[in-house]
């Protein structure tokens, strides 16, 4: 349960209470405790995501892949190989919804790609918050909606950018190089307004 409170969140929720409820001893008692906390930390931050890559070209560096298409980025590629990819809280420890790509690749000079599917209970804006080390792309529905081309430490919620939220699954997908170190990314949606906005989930399986 601890290892899936990013991409199956509900599930894991629902097997950490039942612990609570049913302990077998005081240790495991405290660790679903534990786990519970770390999970109310990622509230309205997506955690559920699938990863691709590391993706690289010959003689070009961390600025120089931004605009690169790699397979990800084409309709129906075939050959990408998608992985659930957990929460580790990249360069800052204490961002606990931080997606760690550089822990994942150790790798410089890269892209990743990260996936994930929103289900919204109906047509509706959002505001997309985002925080990324260095430059990515995020495209929602297919449709780019930021495109930040710079190197730059992880702040979250750096860009801020209204978007409209389709009713029932919207694709998101997120772009990510490196130049060098540190490499992550940590998205939410929130109302227009900054508050919470209620009926959203995120899923690697829409379904």
Same mark, same amino acid.
């Given at each position: 349960?601890?290892?899936?409170?990013?991409?199956?969140? &509900?599930?894991?929720?629902?097997?950490?209470?039942?612990?609570?409820?049913?302990?077998?001893?005081?240790?495991?008692?405290?660790?679903?405790?534990?786990?519970?906390?770390?999970?109310?930390?990622?509230?309205?931050?997506?955690?559920?995501?699938?990863?691709?890559?590391?993706?690289?070209?010959?003689?070009?560096?961390?600025?120089?892949?931004?605009?690169?298409?790699?397979?990800? +980025?084409?309709?129906?590629?075939?050959?990408?190989?998608?992985?659930?990819?957990?929460?580790?809280?990249? &360069?800052? !420890?204490?961002?606990?919804?931080?997606?760690?790509?550089? !822990? !994942?690749?150790?790798?410089?000079?890269?892209?990743?790609?990260?996936?994930?599917?929103?289900?919204?209970?109906?047509?509706?804006?959002?505001?997309?918050?985002?925080?990324?080390?260095?430059?990515?792309?995020?495209?929602?529905?297919?449709?780019?909606?930021?495109?930040?081309?710079?190197?730059?430490?992880?702040?979250?919620? +750096?860009?801020?950018?209204?978007?409209?939220?389709?009713?029932?699954?919207?694709?998101?997908?997120?772009?990510?190089?490196?130049?060098?170190?540190?490499?992550?990314?940590?998205?939410?949606?929130?109302?227009?307004?900054?508050?919470?906005?209620?009926?959203?989930?995120?899923?690697?399986?829409?379904?």
């Amino acid at each position: 349960a601890s290892s899936l409170i990013g991409s199956h969140r &509900e599930q894991a929720r629902a097997a950490l209470e039942n612990l609570l409820e049913n302990p077998p001893n005081d240790t495991v008692k405290k660790k679903a405790r534990q786990a519970l906390d770390q999970l109310a930390q990622f509230e309205d931050y997506i955690t559920a995501w699938q990863v691709a890559g590391p993706y690289s070209a010959k003689g070009k560096s961390g600025p120089a892949l931004h605009d690169v298409a790699f397979p990800p +980025e084409e309709p129906n590629a075939k050959g990408v190989e998608w992985k659930v990819m957990p929460p580790g809280g990249g &360069e800052k !420890r204490f961002y606990p919804f931080v997606m760690d790509l550089y !822990r !994942r690749f150790k790798r410089e000079n890269s892209v990743a790609y990260l996936r994930t599917w929103v289900w919204s209970p109906a047509e509706q804006k959002a505001r997309l918050e985002f925080g990324s080390d260095d430059g990515a792309k995020v495209w929602l529905n297919g449709q780019l909606v930021l495109n930040v081309p710079k190197p730059r430490s992880f702040q979250p919620a +750096e860009d801020k950018v209204i978007v409209t939220l389709k009713q029932g699954w919207n694709p998101l997908l997120v772009k990510v190089w490196n130049g060098g170190l540190y490499w992550s990314a940590a998205l939410r949606l929130r109302a227009p307004d900054g508050a919470r906005l209620e009926g959203l989930k995120a899923s690697v399986e829409p379904r």
